[in-house]
């Protein structure tokens, strides 16, 4: 399990390593805003198709031969990031880490589990999301420190650091059995869909897929305003400052997950999602009021709310459905969450062309604010007893 959870964590940090590095190659190849948002959003475009072809049939092809397959493809990513010297490369780079990145989720955490004993399954579960989180924090923190700090060839040097992270992933991967080979030998599926099945999707969608959407598109939101959080709030354009915040959110939030209270899952899943709305509502009245305290209060009761979710939303993918289906369904989740992510670039890209950022901002907490009073009014009747065993 311990060799896997490293995977999953160099693997997590790969996805979203170059978030710091965006002002640099905006400076460099003198990109503009529309260019850099789709050097962005191009990483999503091809990671939800990816991750559906492979949620449906990575156990037929192989749990571990697809894991081995995505952290090569990473590999490749980062050579081309490695030795870009035209903005072209860096479209394709960023397209080959959503391709893999995308087979990676759809198989990971399932492969993880036949990994596991069946009295360490829960355990494990709660690992996965806790690395998860870290490894997306650890990312552009690393990145971002090493620029600011080493300075020696900024494009070149995070990129042999990430190399050598890839690598061990491999080497740890190579450690361990092929439990799940037998498998692939079965004819492939054709039928390609996100694999809910009927008797658990009314759950699925209302309070596994809605919440973990709510929870990456006010992510999202976040992510947007950092540099300008770091240059009107902070006053700094020290790009150390931007990977640590998103180190906090997200770190934050997987360390979160250790707190023992509450115990009840559907209890910590309201607080949460309440929590998420709250921090998210101060982390945007700090960047108008420039009120420092605002933006490190907001974005800590965001981590643990975003915490909190994304371990009980996880924790339901994996358990709801049966052992044979739970590879689908972990992939529809991870969909839903990506899905999220996308919303803010494209959201307030189109509001924006009518309104202003605050009132396009505005306008985004409402929706997600609307989809919160939903989760919560669907809470009272989903009785967890009686959809899963203690």
């Not at 949620?55 to 030795?83: E, M, N, Y």
């Not at 006053?235 to 998103?246: F, K, P, R, V």
């Not at 994304?310 to 989740?333: D, G, Y």
Request: net charge positive.
């Amino acid at each position: 399990m311990k060799r896997m959870l490293w995977v999953i964590l160099m693997m997590s940090c790969c996805a979203t390593f170059i978030s710091s590095l965006f002002p640099l190659y905006s400076d460099y190849y003198q990109l503009n805003s529309l260019q850099i948002t789709i050097l962005f959003a191009i990483y999503a475009v091809f990671l939800l198709p990816t991750l559906l072809i492979v949620g449906a049939r990575g156990s037929d092809w192989g749990l571990k031969r697809v894991v081995r397959f995505s952290i090569w493809i990473s590999i490749i990513s980062t050579l081309i990031f490695l030795g870009s010297f035209d903005v072209w490369m860096l479209y394709v780079a960023r397209s080959l880490e959503g391709t893999a990145y995308g087979a990676f989720t759809g198989t990971a955490s399932v492969f993880l589990l036949k990994q596991t004993s069946q009295d360490k399954m829960r355990t494990a579960i709660k690992l996965s999301g806790v690395i998860i989180n870290i490894g997306f924090g650890l990312g552009p923190a690393i990145s971002g420190v090493i620029v600011q700090y080493v300075h020696f060839q900024p494009l070149r040097l995070t990129y042999w650091f990430l190399l050598v992270m890839l690598l061990s992933s491999l080497v740890f991967l190579e450690m361990l059995p092929k439990q799940e080979d037998s498998r692939a030998q079965k004819p492939a599926k054709t039928k390609i869909s996100l694999g809910v099945p009927e008797e658990i999707r009314s759950h699925f969608w209302s309070f596994i897929g809605l919440p973990i959407f709510t929870v990456f598109t006010l992510g999202g939101i976040v992510f947007s305003l950092i540099p300008s959080f770091t240059k009107n709030v902070i006053h700094t354009t020290n790009l150390s400052i931007s990977g640590l915040l998103i180190l906090l959110l997200l770190g934050g939030g997987a360390l979160m997950q250790f707190f023992p209270w509450p115990r009840i899952s559907i209890s910590r899943m309201r607080l949460g999602i309440l929590f998420l709305v709250i921090g998210s509502g101060l982390v945007v009245v700090s960047g108008q009021t420039e009120k420092l305290f605002l933006l490190w209060a907001g974005i800590f009761i965001q981590a643990i709310g975003a915490g909190w979710t994304f371990q009980v939303t996880l924790k339901l993918a994996s358990e709801l459905p049966k052992p044979e289906e739970r590879p689908q369904v972990i992939s529809a989740f991870y969909l839903c969450a990506y899905s999220g992510f996308i919303v803010p670039i494209v959201g307030i890209g189109v509001l924006t062309q009518f309104f202003n950022l605050i009132f396009s901002l505005i306008v985004l907490n409402i929706f997600a604010a609307l989809i919160v009073s939903y989760v919560l009014i669907y809470s009272v009747k989903f009785n967890y007893s009686k959809v899963i065993s203690p």
